[in-house]
């Protein structure tokens, strides 16, 4: 088995579990592999050590990101585009899209052996059109967010599913979420917390200028459609792909939202279910 050893070294801990980690795996019999481009901060390491990012997620069975849900979301996008098999592994803090942290290392052997269990999560496809050509196209594995920009006031969002009219939101912002990112921000914003390996877009509005508004569950072959600005009142709303960049909306644009078409894969070496990770996190 090859695997690809990915650290976000901005997190303090991360250099430290990384190196830990290439240790265990290649002790174990496995071929791991570093960023290149981080070769000079594991200097006791040979150079047969690190391959190229793109060779990371190309030529590798498994994708270990070690950091927190941030640095999981980053890689796992990437790991998606190439089919490829994720596990996180934990160096921050409530990191619940980690299934691995440095405690439990003694685990390793059953990634090896391959006796692990699959958890398949969808991502949203999120795709902007302008003048009905599309300009941009994104993927999330939490949310999509949509937010007012530097002037002080509400969001005019106008959205509908599958062709029908949901609401017009005058808000703060609106979140799509999957159910993986249902323990992000959108139960920050009062929505629901879904099982993440089930299919499911939640609508969660945030601070709504209505008592009318509440969230929502939609099927997963719901397929959205966001307009913003429609009464003309804030020139500026942004949306942000899983807290990512915040791209500028503009008025002659409209956003698609809808299921992609795969899931990404993610390894669990533990029998702990989604109920015991939220009793470990969220407590």
């Given at each position: 088995m090859i695997l690809s050893v990915i650290p976000n070294l901005t997190r303090q801990r991360a250099k430290d579990v990384?190196?830990?980690?290439?240790?265990?795996?290649?002790?174990?019999?496995?071929?791991?592999?570093?960023?290149?481009?981080?070769?000079?901060?594991?200097?006791?390491?040979?150079?047969?050590?690190?391959?190229?990012?793109?060779?990371?997620?190309?030529?590798?069975?498994?994708?270990?990101?070690?950091?927190?849900?941030?640095s999981v979301i980053r890689a796992a996008k990437r790991a998606y585009a190439y089919d490829k098999l994720v596990l996180g592994v934990n160096a921050g803090t409530l990191a619940y899209l980690c299934g691995l942290d440095d405690a439990h290392f003694s685990f390793l052997p059953k990634l090896l052996s391959g006796d692990f269990t699959l958890q398949q999560r969808m991502l949203l496809s999120i795709t902007v059109y302008e003048n009905d050509v599309p300009v941009r196209r994104h993927f999330a594995l939490?949310?999509?967010?949509?937010?007012?920009?530097?002037?002080?006031?509400?969001?005019?969002?106008?959205?509908?599913?599958?062709?029908?009219?949901?609401?017009?939101?005058?808000?703060?912002?609106?979140?799509?979420?999957?159910?993986?990112?249902?323990?992000?921000?959108?139960?920050?914003?009062?929505?629901?917390?879904?099982?993440?390996?089930?299919?499911?877009?939640?609508?969660?509005?945030?601070?709504?200028?209505?008592?009318?508004?509440?969230?929502?569950?939609?099927?997963?072959?719901?397929?959205?459609?966001?307009?913003?600005?429609?009464?003309?009142?804030?020139?500026?709303?942004?949306?942000?792909?899983?807290?990512?960049?915040?791209?500028?909306?503009?008025?002659?644009?409209?956003v698609v939202i809808a299921r992609a078409d795969k899931k990404l894969r993610f390894l669990s070496l533990t029998s702990d279910n989604f109920i015991d990770v939220l009793n470990k996190k969220a407590l």
């Amino acid at each position: 088995m090859i695997l690809s050893v990915i650290p976000n070294l901005t997190r303090q801990r991360a250099k430290d579990v990384a190196l830990r980690l290439y240790q265990e795996l290649t002790g174990l019999g496995g071929q791991a592999f570093l960023p290149l481009g981080q070769r000079d901060e594991f200097p006791e390491l040979p150079d047969g050590a690190f391959l190229p990012e793109d060779a990371l997620y190309r030529d590798t069975d498994v994708v270990l990101p070690v950091g927190g849900d941030g640095s999981v979301i980053r890689a796992a996008k990437r790991a998606y585009a190439y089919d490829k098999l994720v596990l996180g592994v934990n160096a921050g803090t409530l990191a619940y899209l980690c299934g691995l942290d440095d405690a439990h290392f003694s685990f390793l052997p059953k990634l090896l052996s391959g006796d692990f269990t699959l958890q398949q999560r969808m991502l949203l496809s999120i795709t902007v059109y302008e003048n009905d050509v599309p300009v941009r196209r994104h993927f999330a594995l939490n949310d999509v967010a949509f937010a007012r920009g530097r002037a002080i006031g509400l969001v005019d969002l106008s959205v509908s599913a599958n062709g029908k009219r949901i609401a017009d939101y005058v808000a703060d912002g609106l979140i799509f979420a999957t159910p993986t990112g249902s323990t992000a921000y959108s139960v920050s914003a009062g929505g629901p917390i879904v099982e993440p390996t089930l299919d499911a877009v939640l609508l969660t509005p945030v601070c709504p200028h209505s008592l009318a508004f509440r969230p929502y569950i939609f099927g997963p072959d719901t397929v959205f459609e966001v307009r913003g600005n429609v009464r003309g009142r804030n020139p500026e709303v942004l949306y942000t792909c899983d807290g990512e960049e915040s791209i500028p909306l503009a008025d002659e644009q409209r956003v698609v939202i809808a299921r992609a078409d795969k899931k990404l894969r993610f390894l669990s070496l533990t029998s702990d279910n989604f109920i015991d990770v939220l009793n470990k996190k969220a407590l």
